[in-house]
């Protein structure tokens, strides 16, 4: 089973920073694509960025584009998401896994709170 373990969130003013850092199976890592998805109170979860398993390709949702960078170190079997001009609709709990059929997935990490206010 794929052991996904996020870290980083936190409470943050709006137009501040937060990186997240996700620790992912090693097996399970190197042959997948990765994205971070993030889930707000009532809504359901969405996903908000992807890269290849190389790191070559990368996507963003519209609504987080030029704001969050996501990336991936290979040698630590880690992805991150960074994450700045923060505003209040990012908050949400945060989650990585694998890309593929990923409304299907029911193996998710416990997730890392990001809550955006002053």
């Known amino acids: 089973q794929v052991q996904l373990v996020e870290s980083g969130g936190g409470l943050v003013q709006p137009g501040g920073s937060l990186r997240l850092s996700c620790i992912v199976s090693r097996g399970i890592f190197i042959m997948n694509a990765m994205g971070w998805y993030r889930q707000a109170p009532g809504k359901e979860r969405e996903l908000v960025a992807s890269i290849s398993t190389r790191g070559g390709t990368t996507t963003y949702a519209d609504s987080v584009k030029g704001r969050f960078t996501i990336s991936r170190d290979n040698a630590k079997n880690t992805v991150y998401l960074q994450m700045n001009s923060l505003k209040p609709e990012d908050t949400a709990v945060y989650y990585c896994?694998?890309?593929?059929?990923?409304?299907?997935?029911?193996?998710w990490g416990q997730g890392t709170q990001v809550t955006v206010s002053s």
């Open positions: 896994n694998t890309l593929a059929n990923w409304r299907k997935i029911d193996n």
